[in-house]
């Protein structure tokens, strides 16, 4: 069945800098691919969304891009900020597919350091 | 324009005993999934509710059932407590069943002793 990788458990990086969080994934590919924010004790904030035939996806400061012949996905954060400091989710919408639900990754925590 | 809501927020059982979450979706949303989220995991997807039917189903037992009333809301029940089964219990609303941006609550807190 479908796995997902999502890169180092944590991620420090500068105050303004770019993050790069990585999401790799097995088998085939996913029609759709999104990306959460999850803050302790809460739960997960949608933040994008990317079709399999989208190379790019931007939203403001937050960069989306998926590769299907690597089988992944990267999410950059341009000029991170401490409050960007987060846990980041990867999830692979797979209805309709074999899988049909929705598989997430285990989550990249990111701290931006001042 | 209220969110999902869950409740309770916490709740503490013993092995054995059955237990009963809440969710109330975005108002407009059609659709309720639930997740179960262990300590340091991303969500696991336990199934799905459109239609006041169950259309998906991740991989769980039959311990763990559910219900979605006509005003959209839902119920995660989940029998035979195990230790195991403590974990942050997720529910998520979307418009629509597919391909769609799930809104989550905040979560109930299980523990069991």
């Known amino acids: 069945s479908q796995k997902i990788e999502q890169n180092s458990e944590a991620l420090n990086i500068q105050e303004g800098k770019t993050a790069t969080l990585t999401c790799n994934y097995t088998n085939y590919s996913p029609a759709y691919l999104q990306w959460y924010r999850q803050d302790p004790g809460r739960g997960p904030v949608f933040l994008l969304l990317?079709?399999?035939?989208?190379k790019e996806k931007r939203k403001e400061r937050l960069k989306v891009t998926f590769d299907t012949t690597l089988k992944q996905s990267l999410f950059h954060i341009t000029a991170s900020q401490p409050a960007d400091s987060a846990t980041y989710l990867c999830a692979l919408d797979m209805f309709g597919n074999r899988d049909d639900k929705i598989i997430f990754g285990k989550g990249t925590r990111l701290h931006i350091l001042p | 324009d209220a969110g999902v809501t869950q409740s309770p927020t916490h709740l503490i059982k013993t092995r054995g005993q059955q237990v009963t979450l809440r969710c109330s979706p975005k108002?407009?949303?059609?659709?309720v999934s639930w997740y179960q989220q262990a300590l340091g995991q991303g969500p696991q997807f336990i199934f799905q509710?459109?239609?006041?039917?169950?259309?998906q189903r991740g991989n769980f037992p039959d311990r763990f059932s559910g219900h979605q009333f006509p005003n959209y809301s839902s119920e995660l029940n989940v029998n035979a407590l195990l230790l195991g089964d403590s974990a942050l219990y997720l529910c998520?609303?979307?418009?629509?069943?597919?391909?769609?941006?799930?809104?989550f609550g905040d979560g109930t807190r299980l523990s069991i002793l």
């Open positions: 108002s407009g949303h059609d659709t």
């Open positions: 509710y459109y239609e006041e039917e169950e259309r």
């Open positions: 990317i079709r399999e035939n989208e």
């Open positions: 998520a609303s979307s418009l629509g069943r597919i391909n769609q941006p799930q809104h």
